[in-house]
């Protein structure tokens, strides 16, 4: 008797598809129902996003507890696997964060590699990153993201976070805003899937797929986005 995939299965393999993986960033219950709807095959959080929703700046300045209960009713608005960003894991050590993420239902993590705009440690990054594989086993996703074109690192270190990462047991790397022309190098020299960040004003989707990436997010950029066309509308209201 054969056992059904598990949700975590079914989205591992959407990084392997013959298709890129395209993952709008959802920020509440309502904006992940209408990602859902619209097709899309598995959803991910934004951090950023979803502090401001809950009344915080960005920077792992929202609790813990609030924003792993915001992530959990994501979860529970929609059928399709959910992945969240949690910024870089909120101070919780590797075991109670794999425990208390998948107890919300989440199938999938990102976990970036800067504090307090500093880059982590790539050493010590690697032995958190292989910590929560080991708690978690198979039943999450990790996307563990590069800080290094936010804050001052040069390719090289990149290259070699990325490889580190994969080794610690990474399943995607993410060099968040690394430059278009060098993107393809990235790809080239970490191997394996490789998410890049897109935003409604550019760069597409697939200007990205078209230079290595295999997985495609969008972080704030579509609450902002709807957040402008609100603040646009506004006045046309009174």
Known sequence: MTTAPSKAELFRAMHHGTQPLVLPNAWDPVSA???????????????????????YDDGQL??????????????RAVDVPVTADLEAGYGLDPKEFAERLLATGAIG?????????????????????????????????????IDNFLYGGDVADAIARGRAYRRAGAD?????????????????EIGG?????????????????????????????????????LR?????LI
């Open 193 to 229: 899937p490789l998410n890049a960040h897109a935003s409604p004003n550019g760069p597409t989707a697939s200007a990205l797929i078209a230079l290595g990436a295999t997985r495609i997010s969008y972080g704030t950029s579509l609450q902002a986005f709807t957040t402008d066309v």
């Open 62 to 75: 929202t609790p813990a507890a609030e924003m792993l209960e915001a992530v959990a009713r994501i979860v």
């Open 109 to 145: 993590c990102n976990l970036e590699d800067s504090v307090d705009g500093k880059l982590v440690d790539p050493a010590e990054q690697a032995d958190y990153l292989c910590a929560v594989r080991a708690a978690a086993g198979a039943d999450l996703v990790i996307n563990a993201r």
């Open 33 to 55: 129902r209408v990602m859902a709807e619209a097709g899309y095959p598995a959803i991910a959080t934004s951090s950023g996003a979803m502090a401001r929703v809950l009344g």
């Open 232 to 236: 646009e509308l506004l006045p046309e």
């Open 172 to 188: 995607c790397v993410y060099p968040i805003f690394a430059p278009l022309d060098i993107f393809q190098h990235l790809a080239n």
